[in-house]
């Protein structure tokens, strides 16, 4: 069997594209001469057809791109614009530019229709172009996030609209960049002509580019419905299992139903180990791996273009270990270290179930030898920032354990944007707009049921933390959730765990205590929950506002949620968490009080230690105040739980118990 013709594109012009003062920048022209060396070192450039860069023309660039933007990337390296030039860049999200920017992204565009073309053709069997700058973030009408041109989307558009008679006519392009190719997507978004996959780090749309456009719930519409498959991980971390697991159960079974005539790959490398930006960990050999399960579809047409990926080592060596494989040399599977994480298992069951209806191959279970022992994501740290106090005026002790202990390295592309990409414009209106703030329109899909056991039983007062207000007998309003939306379902339940009062007053309802619920389970105790069926985006704003003193506007400002899924996910497993909140909060024990309907019961109450501090009288047991009481008996009461004599009793006797 003859070997395989392989192209290989490098053009030192591509590194004319560089920050205007020379001052440090992840995407910098030392990636691409990095990986070159690399291939030279290794011998892989004489073993490959070695091409130039070619420019793009406007009219083939213009099916991607608004004339605006074509117009904008060819003059920005003009002398007229010396002056100006790093006040339009300011204009954009994370993007830079200098003399050598136009050219550059007209080289790199150009040399992705090249390669594109001659693999189609049959000259080569597969081809690398090692293009920069970067393309996938690139939208119709701007450049952002180190992207000027989308270089994929050009390429794949040229292939479409200018050689049908190449016979063409299906594209796959696979993303595996750590950030979510929103360009491209929003490029071919109703085309069904090009399978869009991606997989992503999403942090519940708190990754870069952030927003929801990498949810798995974004399948494409009109007639490019179903042709867009976003695989977003919930967290870093992910390495060669966590890829390859949805390799065989995601995009193999999918890509051997649509039948590409051709693959393209955006290859950014920033998902490698040690990269700056990305927190995951796929090897070189994980890369080859993936890789290899292409090959067998499209007859092998496979083009790499290059995208992100920031740490010179790891680009070399994941490049070099995936032109070894385009080449024919040996990559044997092997065993793997580890297995893919718990939610890598989630994340494919929910992307399989969306896009059942359109792909049959969805429709089976995925084999339970496969999915046995899963890592489970631990340490995860909690951001939260506010300046607001605490509901209670009652001081308390240190907080206890956080979870803590995330890579930092997985939120330094916002930290490095030139401009900010997290910034909100919030009003005072409950109509905040949720692109502003990412993470709720992800966790606003997620049911779960929040159990009150103190005055939130009773439906008036509970509605105050979704619509905002107060009732009678409160002294301050609430703010009310972003999302003013009723409970779907209210039901009743009896838990194990005891109920109390504490501390001496509190903002909302003046002198007396407050109810709690003894974190541990104890079988001899029985106390009335009120479980309502809310979304997790509304369960994070009343777990805020039991907190702080926040208004509407703070609440919406909020950057990320306190729970989100990877801590649902913990949550079942260890049945309680403590969250990062001020120390003067009473409710920051986040407790799972079991299940009911397939989804998680969750409430929220104080630590451990403080149980202790109540034991020892360094805090206060006391009854409820008068108002506070009344609001749980008439809970109780309108729920059908107990008639009001019982209620007071049920209050009563939770009162004068010690702990």
Request: overall charge negative; proline content about 5%; hydrophobic content about 35%.
């Amino acid at each position: 069997m003859a070997a395989p013709t392989v192209g290989l594109l490098y053009d030192e012009r591509m590194c004319a594209h560089a920050t205007p003062d020379g001052e440090p920048h992840p995407e910098k022209p030392e990636r691409l001469r990095s990986i070159w060396r690399k291939l030279q070192l290794e011998g892989i450039t004489d073993r490959c057809v070695v091409m130039e860069a070619k420019e793009a023309e406007d009219k083939y660039i213009a099916y991607v791109h608004s004339q605006s933007h074509i117009k904008l990337i060819k003059t920005i390296s003009s002398k007229e614009l010396d002056s100006r030039r790093h006040r339009v860049a300011r204009k954009f999200n994370s993007i830079y530019f200098n003399k050598g920017s136009s050219e550059s992204a007209y080289l790199a565009a150009g040399s992705a229709i090249k390669v594109t073309e001659k693999v189609a053709k049959g000259e080569l069997s597969s081809a690398i172009a090692l293009v920069r700058p970067p393309g996938h973030h690139a939208e119709h009408n701007q450049p952002m996030g180190f992207c000027l041109f989308n270089n994929v989307a050009v390429a794949a558009n040229y292939l479409l609209n200018e050689r049908p008679e190449l016979g063409i006519g299906k594209i796959l392009i696979v993303d595996w960049d750590v950030h979510h190719g929103n360009g491209t997507q929003k490029t071919f978004y109703d085309d069904s002509r090009v399978l869009f996959f991606s997989v992503h780090r999403f942090d519940s749309g708190s990754f870069y580019p952030s927003g929801g456009d990498g949810a798995y719930c974004m399948i494409g519409e009109g007639p490019g419905q179903g042709y867009n498959i976003n695989v977003p991980w919930e967290h870093g971390r992910c390495g060669d299992a966590d890829y390859l697991a949805v390799w065989d159960h995601v995009l193999l079974p999918v890509a051997e139903s649509y039948n590409p005539d051709i693959i393209l790959v955006s290859a950014g490398f920033d998902a490698a180990a040690g990269d700056p930006l990305g927190g995951c960990s796929i090897t070189p050999h994980g890369y080859a791996l993936l890789l290899e399960k292409l090959k067998r579809f499209a007859q092998g047409k496979i083009v790499l273009l290059l995208e992100g990926g920031y740490n010179l080592n790891s680009i070399a060596n994941s490049v070099l270990a995936c032109a070894r494989a385009l080449l024919g040399d040996e990559c044997s599977s092997g065993k793997l270290d580890t297995k893919p994480f718990e939610s890598t298992w989630r994340v494919i069951q929910l992307v399989r179930n969306e896009l059942k209806n359109y792909w049959p191959v969805f429709s089976g279970k995925i084999p339970e030898e496969d999915m046995k022992k899963p890592r489970s994501i631990s340490n995860l740290k909690l951001h939260w920032s506010s300046d607001s106090e605490s509901d209670s005026e009652e001081a308390t002790g240190a907080c206890g354990e956080t979870l803590s202990g995330a890579d930092d390295a997985s939120r330094r592309l916002s930290e490095i944007n030139i401009a900010d990409v997290t910034s909100t414009s919030v009003t005072s209106s409950h109509e905040t707009s949720k692109a502003s703030v990412p993470w709720r329109s992800v966790l606003s899909k997620i049911d779960v049921w929040y159990a009150s056991y103190g005055s939130n039983m009773w439906l008036p007062r509970f509605l105050c933390y979704v619509s905002g207000g107060k009732i009678e007998g409160m002294n301050n309003q609430c703010c009310g959730s972003l999302d003013t939306s009723a409970p779907k379902v209210i039901n009743w339940r009896t838990v194990p765990h005891r109920l109390f009062f504490g501390g001496t007053s509190s903002r909302s309802w003046g002198k007396g205590g407050v109810a709690f619920l003894h974190p541990e389970k104890n079988e001899e105790e029985r106390a009335h929950v009120c479980i309502y069926k809310i979304t997790l985006e509304q369960f994070n704003d009343i777990l805020f506002q039991e907190n702080t003193t926040m208004d509407v506007s703070a609440l919406g400002k909020i950057r990320s949620p306190l729970i989100d899924l990877p801590v649902v996910d913990l949550l079942l497993k260890n049945k309680s968490l403590i969250v990062e909140l001020p120390k003067s909060s009473w409710y920051s024990n986040v407790v799972c009080l079991g299940m009911e309907d397939g989804i998680p019961i969750l409430t929220f109450t104080c630590k451990m230690s403080d149980i202790d501090s109540y034991k020892s009288g360094e805090r206060v047991l006391a009854p409820p105040a008068k108002q506070y009481a009344s609001t749980l008996i008439k809970g109780l009461v309108e729920g059908k739980q107990l008639t009001e004599d019982e209620a007071m009793d049920y209050i009563n006797a939770a009162s004068c118990r010690k702990l």
